[in-house]
C-alpha cells in the first residue's frame, strides 16, 4: 500500500500505489508505518475510555500521530466509518472499513479489467458431425466433447485429444439416431446421453468398458438440452432436468444418486452388456423410491432450446425461441408432481440464456440483436438492455467472478460487457470460419479462462492470456539479456526494442538509457570487456556494437557479413571477441588490430567442428574453451592454438573431424540443418545418426565453468556445466572426458537457461514458465564416479518471479550477500536474494535499499534463533524436571532390568530422550524454512503484516454431559466395590450373563496380549461385568441428527431391499435353467 507523500512528509515503506487509486481519498494511501502509528494511538487511550476517540480528538491525534495529511481529510475519514453516527469510533471499526474499502475497490478494479486474449487455434479433432456438447470433468480434469453421429472425444487438460469413443457399439443404431446433448454426473462418476430415439443413457466413468449402465426409455419427447445439478453438501441429492421437442421440461429429482440412480425391479431388462432399460412410465407412476419426477408443459409445443437448474432460486429454467412464455422458471416444490412456474415473454423470442446467482440477473440472448438483464421476480421488463450487436445474439455466458458478460451474435462478433455499467468493453472479431450456415455451441471455462467456440464440427479456442496490466514493467518490450557491472555496481539490462537500460542495483533507480541501438533490430546479446568499461550488443541486424558507458559506439562488428543472423552469445576473451549463434563455427573478431570503425571477421583455424548450429560458449583460463551446439554436443578446445581436443555428448561419442571436414564455411540457420556433414569415421556417423535430436532436447543454451574448483583436477569431479533443452542440468569432468551428472531442474517445460556465482556455490536455472529455481552445488559432483549420477542437488528455493519465459539470469555479490538478477520476457527485470528476500522490480515507482532490507532480514533470523534457543531451554528444562520426579526405586528397578537384558539393545536412558532430541531437531529445521517461505514475502505483501491481535473473547462454558451431571441415573454408588477384583464366579452365572447381555461382539485391549472380547476377558480375569452397576443405556446414537440417522437408515434398507430382488431374481433364472 503506497502512500502520499506531501510536502516535507517523511518517505513511506509500503507497497507501491496503483496507477488507478483515487489520489483523493487519505485512506488509499496510508502505509504500513502509519497503521502502527495509528494503533498505537488507540492504545494508548486511557482503559476508561473504551469506547474510543471521538471526532475531534480523532483528527487532532491522526495529525499528529501519522504527520501527513489535512484536518480535513482525517474528519471525512471520522464520518466515513462512524456508519452509526454514535460520535466515536474504535481501533476494530477503523479496520474494518479499510478492509472492506479494499475489497470494494478489488471488486471494481476486477470489473474493469479487460481480458487479453491468445491467437484463435482451432483443435484437431476426429468429429463429423455437429459437436452438441463441450464439458469438464473436474475429477479427472479432461473436456469432453460429444457430436451427433456419437462420436465421444476426450480431452486431455492440455486440450491434446487423447481418444474417442463411440457411445453405442451398435453402429447400425447410430446410422438412424443422433446425439442430442451430454451431461457430467460428477457426484456419480457417470455421463448422461440423450438421443433422438427418446431415450437417456448413463454411463460408467469408472470402468475401462465405459459400460452402459441404464437406460432410461419411453420419453415423451425427443430431450434436445439437459442440466445436472447435486448438493455439494449432500451428494445423494441431485436433479437431472431436460426438455424436449414437445415443450415439456421434466426435472428427475435423485435422493439417493451416491449409491444408486435407479431401484433395478425385477421386470426390468437386462441386455448382454448388463445395461438396466428404465421404464419413464414406471417412474411416473412412483415405483422407483430413489427418485421423483416433477414437469411442466407451459411451452406448448416449442421446442425447449435451453434448460438449467438454480439451486439458489430454487426453479427449473428453460427457454424458447417462441415470443410467448420465452422463458419459464418452474418452482421446485418437494410435495408436488407439477411445478409452480413463473414466464416471461420477449419479443421474437430467445436462443439462450444465463443466470448469475450472486447478481441474481438471468441475461437473454434475444433474436432482436438485443441482450437483456432480468431479475426473476420481476417480469414486466428488464431491469438492463445491452445495445451493439447488429444481428441475432446466439449464445451468451457470464464471467461471474469479474461479473461480466459474453455474448456472441450469428454475424460471428464476440463481445464482453461490464453489467455494472452496462457498457461493452470488448469487441472480438476473430477469422471465424466463414460459411453462413453453422451451428455454433458457445461454452467458457472460466477456471481455465478457456473460451470454447463450435462451429458444426470445427471447435475453437481462445485462451485468455496471463493478466499483466497490474505488474510493474521494466522495459516496453520483452527483455533479452541483463549484465552486472560490478565497476559502476549498475544492472544492465536490453529488450527487443533495440534499447539498454542502466540501473542501480543498490536502489533500483534508472540511470541512463540508449535507445535505438540496433535501430528496430532486437538486441539478443550483451558482454562487458575485460575492463568492464565497454559494453558490447548483438542485434537481429547481423552485427555486434562496442559502446563506451556515454553512448557512443566506437566499432561495429560485421558479424553477418551484411545479412541479419541469430547472436546467441558474444564471449570477451582478452583481446579476442568470439560470437556465437547462426552458423557451425565460431566468429572471431580481433580489434585492438584494427584502427576501423567497420570491423570484418578473422578466421578460426578450428574450423567447423560442431554438425549444428553452435549456441553458446564458455572460456576457462588458461586457454580451455568450450562451445555447445544446438545437436547437444559441447567440443573442447585450446585456445591458443585453436584446435578442437574432444568432442561430448550425453548419448555418444566420436571423434574429431579430420582437417579437410573442417574448412570454415559461412553457412546459415537453415543451410546448416539441411546439409549436415558425416563424420569421418562411419560407424560412429551410423550411432550418431540415430541419435539426431530434432525437436532440440538436447541443445546446450548455457555453458559455465566452475572456476573455484580449479584445484580438483587430480581428484577429479565436475567442473563445466551446460542446460539447455527439456529443461535438465549436466555436470561433466573435461579433464576425464566423462559427463558425471544430469539432473531435470524443470520438467515438461522447454528450454532452461542458468547462472552460478563465483564461488561455484550456487546455481540458479530458469524456465519458460518465469520459474526460477537455486540449487546447493557447493559438494555435488565433488569426485569422480563410475556411474551416473541422477540425484539432483539441494533444492534451496523455488518462486515465480515473473510471468513468461526466463531469457537471462546473471548471479552478483553485493554487500556481503549474493544477488540473483532476472531478465524475462514479461518486459521485466527482478532482483531478490539466496535466501528468501523479497524480489524487487527494476522501474517500480518505490525505490529500495538493499542494505536495509538485509539488515531487517538478519533481525529477524537473529530474533528467531534466540526464540528457537528458548524453546530448546524450555524443552530441556522441562526434561530435566521429568527426570527428576522418577522416584530412586525405579531407576533402581531400570538398572537391573539393563543388567538383566544385556542381550538386547534396548537402553531406557536413550529411548526417554530421544523424543526431546527430536524436537530439538525439528525446532532448528522448520523454523528457518517459515522465515523464507513465509515471514519475509508476507511482510513485503501485506499492508496489516505489523499490526497485533488482540485477545478473543472468552467462550461460554460449555454444558456438560448428562451423564455427568447425574451420575446418580447411571451408576451406583458402590463403584469402589467395582473395581476390587471379587472371587471367580460360577460357569453357570457368566452363562446366565451371557444370555442376558451378548457382549461377545465388544472387544478390549488386554495388557499384554492381542484384543479380545469381553467375556472371554470376564472368564479369564473373574472380573465382574458391568450390568452390576450399570443402571441405564447411554445411546451413541443420540449424538447424531436424526435426518443423517432417516438418511442412513434408508441407504441401508434400499441396499437390502435390491439385495433380496437380485437373490429372487438369480434364484429364478436358475430355477428356469434346471427346469429345462
Aim: hydrophobic share 35%; charged share 25%; glycine share 6%.
Amino acid at each position: 500500500m503506497g502512500s502520499r507523500l506531501g510536502p516535507g512528509s517523511p518517505a513511506k515503506t509500503g507497497l507501491t500505489a496503483d496507477a488507478g487509486w483515487d489520489a483523493g481519498l487519505l485512506e488509499n494511501h496510508l502505509g504500513v508505518e502509519d497503521f502502527v502509528r495509528i494503533q498505537r494511538a488507540f492504545e494508548s487511550l486511557e482503559p476508561r475510555k473504551n469506547t474510543g476517540m471521538s471526532r475531534e480528538e480523532f483528527v487532532q491525534k491522526m495529525a499528529e500521530t501519522v504527520g501527513w495529511g489535512t484536518l480535513e481529510e482525517y474528519g471525512e475519514l471520522f464520518d466515513k466509518v462512524d456508519v452509526a453516527r454514535d460520535g466515536f469510533i474504535n481501533w476494530d471499526q477503523l479496520t474494518s472499513f479499510i478492509l472492506l474499502s479494499l475489497y470494494e475497490k478489488d471488486e471494481r478494479a476486477k470489473a474493469t479489467v479487460v481480458p487479453q486474449w491468445k491467437d484463435l487455434e482451432f483443435l484437431q479433432g476426429k468429429h463429423k458431425g455437429t459437436i452438441q456438447k463441450v464439458i469438464f470433468l473436474k475429477n479427472s480434469s479432461r473436456y469432453l466433447t460429444v457430436s451427433t453421429e456419437g462420436l465421444l472425444g476426450v480431452w486431455g487438460e492440455n486440450l491434446k485429444l487423447r481418444e474417442t469413443l463411440p457411445v453405442t457399439s451398435d453402429a447400425s443404431k447410430l446410422k438412424h439416431l443422433w446425439v442430442t446433448s451430454l451431461v457430467s454426473l460428477e457426484n456419480a462418476n457417470k455421463i448422461a446421453v440423450a438421443f433422438t430415439s427418446k431415450e437417456i443413457c448413463f454411463y460408467d466413468l469408472l470402468s475401462q468398458e465405459f459400460p452402459c449402465q441404464y437406460k432410461l426409455q419411453g420419453l415423451k419427447g425427443t430431450p434436445i438440452c439437459m442440466d445436472y445439478w447435486y448438493n455439494p453438501l449432500d451428494a445423494n441429492e441431485s436433479i437431472l432436468s431436460f426438455g424436449d421437442v414437445t415443450g415439456n421440461v421434466q426435472a428427475v429429482v435423485f435422493t439417493a444418486a451416491v449409491i444408486s440412480l435407479f431401484e433395478r425391479p425385477i421386470s426390468a431388462c437386462e441386455d448382454e452388456e448388463g445395461t438396466v432399460t428404465i421404464s419413464w412410465e414406471d417412474l411416473l407412476s412412483g415405483r422407483h423410491r430413489c427418485c421423483r419426477i416433477s414437469e411442466h408443459e407451459l411451452h406448448h409445443g416449442d421446442w425447449v432450446r435451453q434448460v438449467t437448474y438454480s439451486a439458489s432460486l430454487g426453479a427449473v429454467i428453460s427457454s424458447t425461441t417462441n415470443s410467448t412464455n420465452t422463458v419459464v422458471l418452474a418452482w421446485r416444490e418437494k410435495s408436488k408432481h407439477h411445478l409452480e412456474v413463473t414466464s416471461f415473454s420477449i419479443a421474437q423470442g430467445i436462443h439462450a440464456f444465463d443466470y448469475h446467482s450472486l447478481l441474481n440477473l438471468i441475461a437473454t440472448a434475444g433474436i432482436n440483436s438485443k441482450v437483456c438483464l432480468w431479475n426473476p421476480y420481476v417480469v414486466s421488463k428488464p431491469v438492463g438492455v445491452l445495445r451493439g450487436h447488429s444481428a441475432s445474439v446466439i449464445a451468451v455466458q457470464f464471467f461471474a467472478e469479474r461479473k461480466q458478460l459474453f455474448s456472441f451474435s450469428a454475424d460471428k462478433i464476440l463481445r464482453l460487457w461490464d453489467i455494472h455499467h452496462q457498457l461493452s468493453i470488448q469487441r472480438i472479431a476473430c477469422s471465424f470460419p466463414k460459411s453462413q450456415d453453422f451451428t455454433c455451441l458457445f461454452h467458457f471455462d472460466e477456471t481455465h479462462g478457456r473460451l470454447f467456440i463450435a462451429f458444426n464440427n470445427q471447435l475453437a479456442l481462445l485462451a485468455m492470456k496471463t493478466e499483466t496490466s497490474k505488474r510493474v514493467r521494466s522495459h516496453g518490450k520483452p527483455v533479452t539479456c541483463v549484465l552486472y557491472n560490478p565497476l559502476l555496481k549498475q544492472i544492465i539490462s536490453s529488450d527487443a526494442g533495440s534499447t539498454v537500460s542502466f540501473w542501480m542495483i543498490d536502489t533500483g533507480q534508472k540511470i541512463k538509457q540508449f535507445t535505438g541501438c540496433h535501430g528496430d533490430a532486437e538486441i539478443s546479446a550483451m558482454a562487458l570487456d575485460a575492463n568492464e568499461t565497454r559494453l558490447l550488443t548483438g542485434g537481429a541486424d547481423g552485427t555486434v556494437k562496442i559502446w563506451d558507458f556515454n553512448g557512443y559506439c566506437h566499432h561495429t562488428l560485421n558479424v553477418g557479413q551484411d545479412g541479419a543472423v541469430d547472436i546467441s552469445q558474444i564471449l570477451v576473451i582478452q583481446k579476442t571477441i568470439l560470437v556465437t549463434g547462426w552458423e557451425r563455427a565460431v566468429t572471431v573478431f580481433r580489434p585492438q588490430h584494427s584502427s576501423q570503425f567497420l570491423i570484418e571477421p578473422e578466421e578460426w583455424r578450428g574450423g567447423a567442428q560442431h554438425h549444428d548450429d553452435v549456441l553458446c560458449a564458455a572460456f576457462s583460463p588458461p586457454q580451455t574453451l568450450a562451445t555447445g551446439s544446438y545437436d547437444g554436443e559441447i567440443v573442447l578446445w585450446n585456445n591458443s592454438a585453436e584446435n578442437a581436443v574432444c568432442v561430448l555428448h550425453p548419448h555418444y561419442q566420436r571423434p574429431l573431424k579430420s582437417k579437410s571436414d573442417t574448412e570454415p564455411h559461412k553457412l546459415f540457420s537453415a543451410e546448416a540443418k539441411g546439409s549436415t556433414s558425416a563424420t569421418a569415421d562411419q560407424a560412429c556417423g551410423a550411432a550418431r545418426t540415430s541419435e539426431i535430436d530434432t525437436e532440440g532436447n538436447n541443445a546446450v543454451l548455457r555453458l559455465c565453468f566452475l572456476e573455484a574448483r580449479k584445484n580438483m583436477a587430480a581428484t577429479g569431479g565436475a567442473n563445466l556445466v551446460s542446460c539447455g533443452g527439456s529443461g535438465y542440468v549436466r555436470f561433466w569432468d573435461t579433464f576425464s572426458k566423462q559427463l558425471l551428472a544430469e539432473f531435470s531442474a524443470h520438467s515438461g517445460v522447454g528450454s532452461i537457461t542458468m547462472s552460478t556465482d563465483k564461488w561455484n556455490q550456487y546455481l540458479t536455472t530458469g524456465d519458460r514458465d518465469g520459474c526460477l529455481k537455486i540449487w546447493n552445488i557447493e559438494e555435488y559432483c565433488l569426485g569422480s564416479s563410475k556411474r551416473k549420477i541422477t540425484r539432483a542437488p539441494t533444492l534451496i528455493r523455488v518462486f515465480q518471479p515473473h510471468e513468461d519465459r526466463i531469457t537471462s539470469l546473471e548471479m552478483c555479490e553485493r554487500g556481503g550477500h549474493l544477488l540473483v538478477i532476472s531478465a524475462s520476457a514479461d518486459c521485466s527485470v527482478c532482483v531478490t536474494g539466496i535466501h528468501g528476500a523479497p524480489v524487487w522490480t527494476f522501474g517500480q515507482a518505490k525505490h529500495w535499499n538493499i542494505k536495509n532490507c538485509f539488515s531487517a532480514i538478519e533481525s529477524d533470523t537473529n530474533l528467531m534463533e534466540s526464540e528457537i534457543q528458548e524453546e530448546s531451554m524450555r524443552v530441556k528444562n522441562f526434561s530435566s524436571k521429568e527426570e527428576s520426579c522418577l522416584d530412586s526405586a525405579e531407576h533402581s528397578l531400570l538398572n537391573k532390568k539393563e543388567k538383566d537384558d544385556s542381550a538386547y539393545s534396548v537402553r531406557p536412558s536413550e529411548d526417554i530422550n530421544l523424543g526431546i532430541e527430536y524436537k530439538e531437531r525439528n525446532i532448528y529445521k522448520k523454523k528457518p524454512r517459515q522465515l523464507y517461505y513465509g515471514e519475509i514475502i508476507q511482510k513485503a505483501v501485506s499492508p496489516f503484516r505489523s499490526l497485533s491481535i488482540g485477545a478473543l473473547t472468552q467462550l461460554p462454558e460449555v454444558n456438560k454431559p448428562a451423564f455427568l451431571l447425574d451420575p446418580e441415573k447411571y451408576f451406583r454408588k458402590e463403584s469402589e466395590e467395582y473395581l476390587r477384583i471379587p472371587t471367580r464366579p460360577l460357569l453357570s452365572e457368566m452363562v446366565t450373563l451371557e444370555a442376558q447381555y451378548p457382549l461377545s461382539s465388544l472387544l478390549l485391549v488386554v495388557p499384554g496380549s492381542h484384543l479380545r472380547s469381553l467375556p472371554s476377558v470376564c472368564r479369564a480375569y473373574g472380573c465382574i461385568s458391568l450390568h452390576a452397576t450399570l443402571k441405564a443405556v447411554f445411546d451413541e446414537k443420540n449424538l447424531f441428527p436424526k435426518e443423517m440417522l432417516d438418511r442412513e437408515r434408508k441407504a441401508k434398507q434400499l441396499c437390502q431391499e435390491t439385495t433380496c430382488e437380485m437373490k429372487i431374481k438369480r434364484n429364478k433364472k436358475q430355477l428356469l435353467l434346471k427346469e429345462k
